[in-house]
């Protein structure tokens, strides 16, 4: 099951019952067919903003703020763009960057987060990221930005 279908049944369990434990709230995922581990379960916890507060009898338990958002942590954002970016293009208002197999909705969605100047949207394939502009210089700017963090050998800022 992907991440974002994990976190969408994550929010709809805890948004729908009150869980007082990782262990009660994995096996009522488990019901649901979505086997995770304690750490994975953490980890989602928490990029979801899951809190743990008490509930109306006193007892803690996750709550989801109010709307279930999911937080990006900065450190993974800067990771995904440093490693995974290994190319960027731009002509006109477009900036194609490619990535490894499988990294570029990773990148992408740290591209999104980031709240880069001049970005409209954004679309992710398996390696390469469409990334639409308000303008060229936009676009240029965003592949300096890119180039300045990436780790890639002979990234230059063309």
Request: proline share 5%; aromatic share 4%; no cysteine.
């Amino acid at each position: 099951m992907s991440r974002s279908r994990r976190l969408a049944r994550l929010a709809e369990l805890l948004g729908g019952r009150r869980f007082s434990s990782q262990e009660e709230l994995a096996r009522a995922l488990a019901r649901a067919g979505v086997t995770v581990t304690q750490a994975t379960l953490s980890r989602d916890l928490r990029s979801l903003g899951v809190g743990k507060r008490p509930g109306p009898d006193g007892r803690p338990v996750y709550e989801l703020p109010a709307p279930a958002s999911e937080s990006f942590d900065r450190e993974r954002q800067l990771l995904d763009l440093r490693s995974f970016v290994n190319e960027i293009r731009v002509t006109r208002n477009l900036a194609i960057v490619r990535t490894p197999p499988g990294h570029a909705n990773g990148v992408a969605r740290a591209i999104d987060l980031a709240n880069f100047d001049g970005i409209v949207g954004s679309v992710a394939g398996d390696d390469t990221v469409l990334v639409v502009m308000h303008d060229l210089s936009a676009a240029r700017r965003l592949k300096r930005r890119l180039d300045d963090l990436s780790v890639r050998p002979g990234a230059s800022a063309k």
